[in-house]
DNA sequence: GTGAAAGCGCTAACAG
DNA sequence: CTGTTAGCGCTTTCAC
């Protein structure tokens, strides 16, 4: 598995490591005619320049890291196209970690992103991290960082995210206006800020409408399908059960529509359904699942763009950017109880 | 963003480099007095070695390239959990690649593995590619590659993949079995093997029970729910629609099982439906999809077996091992017209 | 038991 | 214009 070298080109024309070098980079001082022999061979030899070698010179490595908590959930998938996109343009290549929600982990990623002197990271939290210290550390030694989606308010730095207040006010608002009477809501984990806001927009719609915000239709599940599943089922059990659930993710509300159907229930008549991040499934099911689009694409192009104004502008730490994207509730049969004449 | 290298150590306690570096790496013929203030000032300053200067030492990484058409399949996040789980253990890390089905970007990925002296890679095909000399340049030089699910023939090389001519055998064979009288086949990719090889079974079946194969019941569309929609729409609107689908995959399942619903028509009675895969949504649709189950996660796990092997014993180039995984029917109501008394 | 020197592949002063 | 030297961080002969 020998690779060609600069020292085999330069052995061959008998020149020095530097000038072919030099002739590589198509630096201006070098004869032309040298020049052209240099490439030529070098293309005939297929040469490429060990990256290895140029990572450890210039502690750089033109990657970026990406730690999202799984790449199967469809929302970071998409997210990762939009980084890819812009990575990709800029010369930069995408390397993806998955913490599978575990803290520790992430901890492991992010050492490895760091020692591997990756250029930068661009992180969505695991629901198991209360601890920052990991990002803190690397943070403090000037490594540049990116928060998305799950974003850390503990450190200073750029990050996007979409209004999951607004989202989870206009999900609500929306069952309100079609007549639903006792709105439950599946959140996700609770110490995950975008947990909690979309829960306050629910609150906030709730009260601007002069409904009661009732304790036992509040309900947490983690975001899988399967869970939420088993958790909603309490909640279509209650002797007074909900008309209406905003789920706080589409892989929730993918496990209450299937709770519902298997209950026999109708849906949108006896209870209407609203998921968050419409992902592409959403159209498929049957009905098909109203859900608060978030622009995921977007923010991970717009978190790249950040990362990569932060690697290349070192130092200068200016106030942090929190690019905020805006959502869009898509409506669809699940919830659509009165016939929208728009 | 300083670095603690073995020379900060070696300044330190007044000892050479190369001393530290044994001492580290604790090799016996080291004074136990130096050996211990060494590991335990490496630690009082939490040292880690530069594994970029390892790799360009050693031409090693102990990285494992994975390369996956698409990271938001479910199929293939299994499969590399699958792979994660092995590798993690075996002290490798798992570096992810996209190539979107986009051969160019195939060929990008394999030449950043190869160059970035990753110790091997794992690849399942875009479905674009038919040439396949960018795999063979490397596995020429030594590289070790193990192909999985979408493997390529025409190379060497041990290769995991399930058996889908008995899967597309089952699916068509069970379909059958419930009495359907027409059954059509909206398969994958012609080029891939993988569609070939349901496509067998599917014939097969339908020869072994004397059914007569029907051309116009044989339609291909990509892997994605969107376009198998559209694509089985023709079918749905035949004059003598079918009364039954084998779908290649469950993303074409999904299309189909949305195109049933859509056209007003029941499923199973008016049209029973199979997919391919088992994915986790596969059981959370209305109604429950009946699928023919692949064991990705073991997928992943053989796959990576083998390639460690691979990469522990170069040279070694004894016969190569295919290994062909069992699949499973799954099914459900999107199936069932008899009730199974088994 | 420990140090000096060479080298992995490449670039960047520093000389001519 | 081109060659020489040094060094990125680490391991590994080869000496002592």
Redesign the pocket.
């Known amino acids: 598995m020998k ?6 080109i ?1 052995r061959e024309l ?12 198509d ?9 052209k022999r240099v490439l030529e061979l070098a293309h005939r030899l297929d ?4 990256p ?3 990572s ?4 750089q490595s033109n990657d970026i890291g990406v730690i999202v908590p799984e790449i199967a959930n469809p929302f970071f998938a998409i997210v990762i196209a939009g980084i890819e996109d812009v990575a990709f343009a800029q010369g930069y290549h995408v390397v993806i970690y998955q913490s599978h929600e575990d803290y520790e982990r992430e901890v492991l990623n992010v050492k490895h992103i760091y020692n591997r002197r990756k250029d930068g990271l661009l992180v969505s939290v695991a629901t198991t991290t209360t601890d920052y210290t990991h990002f803190k550390n690397i943070h403090e030694r000037g490594f540049p960082i990116v928060f998305f989606d799950r974003i850390c308010e503990e450190i200073d730095t750029h990050s996007v995210s979409v209004d999951d207040f607004e989202g989870g006010y206009k999900a609500t608002e929306h069952l309100i206006q079609q007549g639903c009477q006792r709105i439950a809501h599946v959140s996700g984990p609770d110490h995950l800020l975008i947990s909690r806001r979309r829960f306050q927009g629910y609150r906030a719609a709730l009260l601007d409408y002069g409904r009661p915000l009732l304790d036992d239709l509040v309900i947490s599940s983690p975001y899988s399908p399967a869970n939420a599943l088993e958790t909603v089922q309490l909640l279509l059990t209650m002797p007074n059960r909900p008309d209406g659930i905003f789920a706080s993710s589409d892989n929730i509300a993918i496990g209450c529509h299937a709770a519902i159907i298997a209950a026999g229930l109708r849906m949108p008549e006896d209870i209407a359904l609203v998921g968050f991040s419409d992902l592409p499934i959403a159209a498929m099911l049957n009905p098909p699942l109203s859900s608060v689009a978030q622009p995921a694409f977007e923010m991970g192009r717009s978190a790249a763009e950040l990362l990569i104004k932060l690697i290349r502008n070192p130092g200068e730490h200016g106030t942090s950017i929190n690019n905020t994207l805006k959502t869009k509730l898509m409506v669809r049969k699940s919830s659509m109880r009165v016939s929208e004449s728009n």
């Open positions: 690779n060609i070298t600069i020292k085999d330069a008998n020149l020095s490591t530097s000038t072919v070098s030099r002739a590589l980079r630096s201006t001082e070098i004869g032309a005619e040298t020049k040469y490429n320049p060990n290895v070698a140029l450890l010179l210039s502690s």
